[in-house]
């Protein structure tokens, strides 16, 4: 079923340890996004990618970091985690900007 | 600076009962109003695009409606597999604003 994986589902971290959200699609969509969904904040993006080899940082960059190597992966890296980034993490695709996203299930992680 | 509100924040129906959820917006250069339905634990999934004022767009018991301010997301005779969060968004350049969302309940 084409679509959008992620990986962990979830995870457990502890502070100050650097960790990796892996998320891949197989749609051959251009761009691609990491948002944060957090209660009652909605989502929030935080680095996107317009093609492979390019990324912008959206609204809430700091502490995150991201490379688009090619086509379907579109890691996340936290250097460093913090209990602030305790959150949902969602890996979206679109054809291009202006197009409706296309979301994976998401990434829960606690930062303890 | 660009916001998108949405109202309420959560609504419980009874199955059959019509209502709306609202979405208002203050963005520069708006380049389209998107809906999504959000299940708990899953991902967002498109609903409807609208792109511009006048505009509606129907799925089902849905029907999306756009001003030059705000967008209706209309309910009809809702059933209870129309429980979820339905989020809007608009597209800005190089970014698109997603509201907090609406937690929509309909009891049996």
């Known amino acids: 079923i084409a679509g959008i994986t992620q990986a962990p589902t979830s995870q457990i971290l502890a502070a100050g340890r650097r960790m990796t959200l892996r998320c891949t699609q197989d749609?051959?969509?251009?761009?691609m996004y990491w948002y944060r969904q957090d209660l009652g904040l909605g989502l929030r993006l935080i680095h996107y990618?317009?093609?492979?080899?390019?990324?912008g940082k959206g609204e809430v960059p700091d502490g995150y970091s991201v490379s688009r190597a090619n086509t379907d992966d579109f890691p996340l890296t936290l250097a460093s985690a913090v209990p602030s980034q305790t959150s949902v993490y969602f890996c979206a695709s679109s054809i291009d900007r202006n197009s409706p996203l296309h979301f994976g299930n998401g990434t829960r992680l606690t930062v303890t | 600076e660009d916001q998108v509100t949405q109202s309420p924040e959560a609504l419980r129906l009874q199955e059959g009962e019509s209502s709306s959820l609202n979405c208002s917006y203050t963005v520069s250069g708006l380049r389209g109003l998107f809906w999504y339905r959000q299940d708990p634990g899953k991902g967002p999934e498109f609903l409807f695009t609208l792109y511009s004022a006048g505009e509606e767009k129907e799925k089902e018991r849905l029907k999306a409606t756009l001003t030059k301010k705000e967008s209706f997301l209309h309910i009809t005779a809702p059933k209870p597999e129309d429980s979820a969060t339905y989020l809007c968004a608009v597209q800005v350049i190089d970014d698109m604003r997603f509201g907090a969302g609406t937690r929509l309940t309909v009891k049996p």
């Open positions: 749609m051959r969509h251009n761009a």
């Open positions: 990618s317009n093609t492979a080899g390019t990324t």
